[in-house]
């Protein structure tokens, strides 16, 4: 069946099943890659992209409702919270394995964007879905709030 | 994975030595290999050969000035990449922009691990242990040549000749040359011996002990390249359903269905389950989700949790076989006026690594190439060519990024790597990527093993630990791998007592026993191995007896350790930077515990608040680690953060449990791990050495569970001797900190 989407501003037409979630539409038909996939419940947060600027678990959203959306992925956010964001993850040395890190700085992103100076339980809150199993979550706070300082 | 202790040889005596934990200095015997005969196609980019200058096996310097540092280990998150870049940039002295990390082919002649011996792999914190000196003078003969270059060119002594980030000075004559400048010629001096090489004083280092930049970039941005991420020309995308019990074989199988399904290409019965191959991955799972098998399970594990626990506790009440023996612990207990006893439990575990397990696989006639996050090159070679019935060094490994591991990527029997060469060698001159769900990733064995622990001990009139009595029951992740015969002696796996018959503590009379139980439960090394449960059983009975000697836990552990200097640094400086001893806030309670593994020294001190309604958080931990040389600090303390967030999933949340052999757990929903909002601040603290450097990615997780233990002891006067800590355990009716 045929699916348009709209991936980084450009639209890509499918012919996928129209439950064939985001995730995998973008990874083996898009050919975008920096989306990973974790658990495929919505439960870890690796898969975290935008659809229309909010975080969504893309291993759960069936492409069949993303008809007419913007979605943006890790390649294509040039948003100033991402920037920022990325430059901070360098600077506090966040990723390890680094699988979980697009995820991260996907549901950071939107956090910043809708809450320039985030608390810790803001941080909290919006971090929470997303898993990192080498427990980069120390700097990954510190990254946040660093992020949001230098953009302040 | 196993620990290294000792010399370097490649013969299979010395290997012993080294997973046998005998022995105590390393000392590295280095050979510098020449380059790699035919560069590794997918593994090695494309820009080299011409003009470049390779003076070894780890080294290619290149016209354009990069420096690419050929890296034989994995990169699995712990910093192997930017720790191995920095010995060599050290006494390369190039500048730390010009270095690129490269994955090196799998080839154990070139690439082995000096402490695995023949084998090439990474683990048991030994990256940069086995590097350490190997490194450092493979940067050192680089440098050589390239000085004896510049003075050939331009006439002067060698001597004249200053290198400095990557740039040859001649003062004198005002001359210059990048090391890219001189690559060409470097590459025609004669080759020095390594061994001849002055190496520097640590008084000169400008990279080693330096918080450099990771050189494992790309993390940031999504254009890092993880197994998941490989896509070939015409590649298919296999899922596997496998046997719902361990040992369950397919008796029939129905796939018309399956194959019906739009995307699928076909349908294949192999070894571990049935695979269905199709063009992307969704098609291949619903294809999956038709399939309808029929399973053997005559020769199928089928014991729930709870009986083996029994089983397990029964067993710990009878004689083991013996891993220690000091004086006579027995006798003491026997004649002590009273003893104090406990037995611990705790469950299987996942490695529930981030990126489900995966691998890529392409068979062509008498040759296969791989692409996989190897964690253990020369055992996968192994195993595939024995599946596939080709030469070992047909099998070619272009080694990737792990998303995570923690030991699991080096399976013992090559499991997944093996179910993927199985599906393409039934599909010849097609790429084939095995991909598992995170289900199938939960549920396909390979745990960290069940234990069963009970510890008997009495003290004398002066409040000291007279005798200590630990009995241990559980599999054996050695027996039946290739590293039996190295690591398993006399019936005692050394990784099921490490971090017990290795107990520090000066106790007269200590005896420590193993039961090894045969169970059809695949099981393998799970980030720190023994030390997962020995540091917990351990350092949590330590404090039960300083509570019952009526002593102070660090004071306690302190007199004991008076031949342990090095275990004493880092409690001391643990406790004084945690302030230990000084009053807390209400709520709120201290632990500590100090445990040595792969030869580091770690002591934390767990701060933890309990609040009204029973819960507790574990808010702020302080973390002293002595791990030799302190190659990269940063790295380090991001290390001992990161082992101390894996270790608190096993205590607070985590545990596989079997129901008539059936994995009860599939996700993160039933197998929670630590989230953002449970993990402490973190400071840590490196103990200044001159020792050699020692492990870091596995000696930050098994002090955190005990600490943790014992703070909630300190604070309630309950012990906790199963694992996880059920919150509801600590309820408020026990929290002495909230009665009014």
């Keep these: 069946m045929p699916v348009t989407l709209n991936v980084n501003g450009v639209d890509h037409a499918l012919d996928i099943a129209p439950d064939t979630p985001l995730l995998w539409a973008i990874r083996d038909h898009i050919e975008l890659t920096g989306t990973k996939f974790g658990c495929g419940m919505a439960l870890c947060g690796a898969c975290t992209v935008h659809v229309d600027g909010a975080p969504v678990r893309s291993c759960v959203t069936p492409v069949s409702a993303m008809a007419g959306k913007r979605i943006t992925t890790i390649e294509g956010i040039e948003t100033k919270e991402a920037r920022a964001l990325q430059a901070a993850w360098t600077r506090h040395g966040v990723p390890q394995c680094g699988y979980c890190q697009s995820g991260q700085i996907m549901s950071a992103a939107a956090l910043l964007a809708a809450n320039p100076e985030p608390g810790d339980d803001d941080i909290n809150q919006a971090m929470s879905g997303n898993i990192c199993r080498c427990a980069t979550y120390v700097r990954v706070r510190a990254a946040i709030k660093s992020a949001a300082a230098n953009l302040a | ?740």
């Design chain 2, 1 to 740: 994975m196993v620990a290294a202790r000792s010399v370097h040889s490649t013969s299979r005596r010395d290997f012993l030595k080294v997973v046998g934990m005998a022995g105590a200095g390393i000392t590295l015997a280095v050979a510098l290999p020449a380059v790699a005969k035919a560069a590794n196609a997918g593994a090695t980019p494309a820009a080299k050969a011409a003009k470049s200058f390779s003076p070894n096996a780890f080294i290619r310097i290149n016209p354009d000035n990069s420096v690419a540092v050929v890296m034989k280990h994995l990169e699995m998150g712990q910093g192997a990449y930017t720790g191995l870049a920095t010995l060599v940039a050290e006494e390369l002295d190039a500048d730390w922009s010009q270095l690129v990390a490269e994955s090196a082919p799998a080839d154990a002649s070139l690439y082995n691990n000096l402490l695995m011996g023949p084998t090439q792999g990474t683990g048991g914190s030994t990256a940069i242990a086995n590097s350490w000196e190997q490194m450092r003078r493979a940067g050192a003969a680089a440098k050589f040549m390239l000085v004896a270059a510049a003075a050939s060119q331009w006439d002067v002594p060698v001597s004249e000749i200053v290198a400095r980030k990557g740039v040859l000075t001649h003062e004198r004559s005002g001359r210059r040359a990048t090391y890219g400048e001189m690559s060409t010629l470097a590459s025609e001096q004669e080759v020095p011996d390594p061994q001849s090489l002055e190496l520097k004083d640590a008084k000169d280092f400008v990279y080693i002990g330096r918080p450099l930049p990771r050189k494992d970039t790309g993390k940031n941005d999504g254009t890092a390249i993880f197994t998941q991420d490989i896509k070939l020309d015409g590649m298919l995308t296999a899922v596997v359903l496998h046997a719902p019990r361990f040992g369950g074989k397919v008796k029939s199988v129905k796939d018309r269905r399956a194959r019906d399904q739009a995307g699928v290409v076909d349908v294949l019965q192999i070894p571990s389950g049935v695979a269905v191959l199709a063009t992307d991955f969704w098609s291949a799972k619903k294809g999956r989700d038709l399939l309808e098998v029929e399973w053997d399970e005559t020769g199928a594990f089928k014991r729930s949790s709870a009986d083996i626990i029994e089983e397990y506790r029964a067993l710990a009440l009878k004689p083991g076989l013996a891993a220690r023996n000091d004086g006579d612990a027995n006798d003491a207990l026997t004649r002590a006026a009273r003893v104090i006893e406990a037995t611990y439990e705790f469950p299987f575990l996942a490695h529930a690594t981030m990126e489900p397990m995966n691998c890529v696989v392409q068979v062509n006639g008498q040759s296969c190439e791989i692409w996989n996050g190897a964690q253990l090159q020369t055992g996968d070679q192994a195993m595939v060519a024995s599946v596939l019935g080709i030469a070992q060094e047909q099998v070619r490994i272009n080694t990737l990024y792990a998303g995570g591991s923690f030991g699991r990527r080096a399976n013992p029997h090559s499991d997944y790597v093996a179910e993927a060469a199985h599906i393409a060698k039934a599909k010849k001159g097609t790429p084939v990527k095995l991909v598992w769900t995170r289900e199938d990733d939960t549920r396909a064995g390979y745990f960290r093993p069940m234990y069963v622990h009970r510890i008997r001990a009495a003290l004398d009139e002066a409040g000291n630990p007279l005798a200590w009595e630990q009995r241990i029951v559980g599999q054996s992740i050695l027996a039946g791998t290739p590293f039996e015969q190295f690591a398993v002696q006399n019936g005692i796996d050394a990784s099921s007592v490490e971090g017990a018959s290795t107990l520090p503590y000066r106790i007269p009379n200590l005896r420590v026993e193993l039961h090894t139980v045969d169970l059809g439960v695949p099981v393998q090394w799970w980030r720190s191995v023994g030390h997962t449960h020995t540091a917990y059983s351990t350092e949590t009975f330590v404090d039960e007896l300083a509570h019952a000697a009526g002593r102070d836990p660090v004071e306690f552990r302190m007199a004991l350790l008076k031949e342990h200097p090095r275990h004493q640094g880092v409690l001391r400086l643990a406790a004084e930077k945690a302030n230990w001893g000084t009053e807390l806030p209400r709520g709120r309670t201290r632990g500590v515990a100090v445990h040595e593994s792969f030869n580091s020294f770690v002591a934390q001190v767990a701060e933890v608040s309990l609040d009204e309604k029973g819960g507790f958080r574990v808010e702020r931990v302080v973390c002293a680690v002595d791990c030799g040389i302190a190659v990269n600090p940063d790295v380090i303390a991001a290390q001992m953060e990161s082992g101390i967030g894996f270790g608190l999933s096993p205590l607070l949340m985590s545990e596989i449990t079997l129901d008539e052999g059936r994995v009860v757990q599939s996700n993160f929903h039933d197998y929670p791990v630590l989230r953002i909002e449970q993990m402490p601040e973190i400071e840590v603290h490196i103990v200044p050495s001159t020792e050699p450097p020692t492990g870091v990615g596995e000696p930050g997780t098994p002090p955190i569970a005990p600490a943790v233990a014992n703070a909630l002891f300190a604070a309630t006067g309950k012990p906790f001797h199963r694992l996880p800590l059920k919150l509801a355990e600590i309820s408020a009716g026990q929290n002495p900190l909230h009665k009014s």
